[in-house]
Structure formats: C-alpha cells, structure tokens
C-alpha cells in the first residue's frame, strides 16, 4: 500500500500537504542556482529572473499582474500584512467571520465578529447590517474553512462589499489549488495563499493585491518586494509553491471528492455525525463528530494504528482542544469531539478504504 509519508497513513493534508515532485523540482533548481536575487551581478540577476517568474505564476491566480504579488513566509504573514496595511495603518476598522484561522483573528482581536449560521456559512444579512455601521470597513473572510471545509459565498460577500465601500480579504490558504475561485468573487480583494497548503516546501507564502499599491510594511527590512515587506526572498521555497500552484491545477479533485463522500457514508454508519454534510465543501475535507468520545481519545487510538488526522488546526502548538470554529456554529460539548479528516493530493483509494475500516472498528468499540 502507497504512503503519503514514512510509514503512516497520511489524512491530514489540511495541515500540510505532502510536497509534489515538481514542487520538489523546482526547489532544487532554485537551491543548485544560489545568489541573492536583489545583488546586481550575473548570478543575482539569474535568481531575479527566477523569482520574478514565480512572481508571474502565483499572482495568474487571481488573473492580476506579476506587480500585485507579495511574496511572505506564509499564509499567516499574508493575512496579517493585509490586516495591517489595509486595515489598521489606514484606521480602516477590521470585520471577521466568526470561524476564520488564528491568523487572521489574532491578528485583529479587536476587530468585529461577523456570526455564522448552523452550516459555517456567514450570516449575508448581518455582514450588511454590520457595515451599515462600520462604513469603509476591511472584511476578512476564508475562502474555505480548514477545519470543516465549509465553502463561503464569496461573490455575495464580495458584492455586499463593494455595494458598502468595504475592502475585501480572502483567506485563500486552504482552498487554493482545490477550488476554482471565480473573477467576481476575486476582483477587487486582496488574497492570502501558503505554498505549504498547495504541495510546496514550507516557508514561502503571499499577498495578492488588488492593485499595484505601495503600502505600509511589517517588516521594512532592506525593501525589498518594492519596500512592501523586507528580507531577502526565500527563493527555493517561492519556486517551490509557485510550481505546487500550477500542478494542483491538474488534480483529479473530483476522484478524491468522492472517496470522502465514501469514508462520510461508512462513518454515517457508526452513527457518526458529519459537520456541514448539506453545504459545498473542499473536495479533500470531513469533519466528524463522535458524540461521547473525546477528539484525543479518537486521535490516539487512530494513531496507533497508522492513521494521521487531526481535531482541527495545526498551529494550536500541538494541543487537542474544543474547535472554536464548531463553537461558532452551535456545538457545544460536541465541539471536542470532532475529528477532521483532510486527503492529501497523493492519497490512494486503498488508503481511504482502509481508513474507512479503522474509523468503523473503532466507533464500535467506543460505543461498547
């Protein structure tokens, strides 16, 4: 049986997604070539050219020129340089759904809380109440939620937006390269993305735009990106995710939406309850409530026998928690006894079909 990594089967790719070949390829490249892109010699010149090649790939995603893209460290450096310099720097005040990632909600914990209805999915009516209120506004909303999958109505969001003079922030990190975010949707916000989410190497992320605009850095450093975030470009990384970006474009996510739908029945089964079962989804991500068992007491017992899931986000410093995204959306005592189940681009129906077995053993023996 192919493994997504060393021994383990790996279902946990909303964490990070294991790295793809061409991805690997190109961090390579980037590594044999060496040079500081911003030295004005022949070899700086050449990594130049690299990076400002992936600079054109990534900033294609949302159809805007190379001059709208601002290479980070990831997606958490993206969303909190558009909270800075979109929101606080310009005394814009900063308006969240209620189940965004900490990265956007520590980075703004003052900012107004936009509630979400029983499925995850903003409440449309009180975001336009809200700005009503709040004109001028910066609206943070994810794209795809990564604990749940749940997918937002962005072209309603967007539209709210704009009929309210409001900015928009999309949190693309998790949905990038699994779903087909549409023009309208796009047009006009700024958007976060994280090569390690897309089968890139960790440590490169970035900022679209809506416009090539100089803005206010978090980090000056020595100016580069155009004086917008400073610190010499992670290079190997940067042409790491920009290749991941491209390849995710040709994955079969229909295939693996289906072998989730496969492992929601078998759990449904056991009596398992499934999160957002009625709502659009990211094709890879399951969320299931084992009502009586604890999260880490599922994680454990799944661990052990191979299996690699979580209870939600992985930047929670390794601790199994009540999901504050569940919370939002009514559970309660429910909200930690949750498992999330996200399949990475390289997961085989054998795989999934052994988790699905290993879920079922399990439900039956926790339930005597």
Known sequence: MAKSFSSAIYLDANAT??????????????????????????????????????????????DRSAECCVFTSGGTEADTLAIHALGHSIGRQVLIGATEHDAVRKAAPEAGIVPVDEQGIVKLDVLR???????????CIMAANN???????LEDVAAICREKGALLHIDAVQSA????????????????????????????????????????????????????RGG???????????????????????????????????????????????????PNTLNLILPGVSSQT???????EGFCVSSGSACSSGKVSASHVLQAMGFREQAGQALRISLPWNVTEEEVVAFAEAYQRMAKRLKK
């Open 298 to 304: 599922q994680l454990m017992m799944l661990d052990l």
């Open 177 to 228: 390269g699994r779903l087909c975010l549409s023009q309208e949707a796009m047009a006009g916000a700024s958007i976060a993305l994280s090569g390690h989410k897309l089968g890139g190497p960790k440590g490169a992320g970035a900022l679209l735009l809506p416009d090539d605009a100089p803005l206010s850095p978090l980090l000056p450093g020595g100016g580069q990106e155009r004086g917008r």
């Open 17 to 62: 997604e294991p790295l793809r070949p061409e991805a690997r390829e190109a961090t390579m490249a980037a590594l044999e070539q060496g040079g500081n892109p911003s030295s004005v010699h022949a070899v700086g010149r050449a990594a130049r050219a690299l990076l400002e090649d992936a600079r054109k790939c990534v900033a294609r995603f949302a």
């Open 129 to 139: 109440t809200m700005l009503d209120q709040v004109p001028s506004a910066l609206v």
């Open 147 to 153: 604990e749940t999958g749940v997918c937002a109505p």
């Open 232 to 282: 010499t470009p992670a290079l190997p990384a940067i042409m790491g995710m920009a290749a991941a970006l491209e390849a995710s474009q040709t994955q079969d996510w229909d295939k693996i939406a289906q072998w989730r739908d496969d492992v929601q029945q078998r759990a449904q089964d056991v009596e398992a309850e499934i999160v957002a079962a009625n709502v659009t989804r990211l």
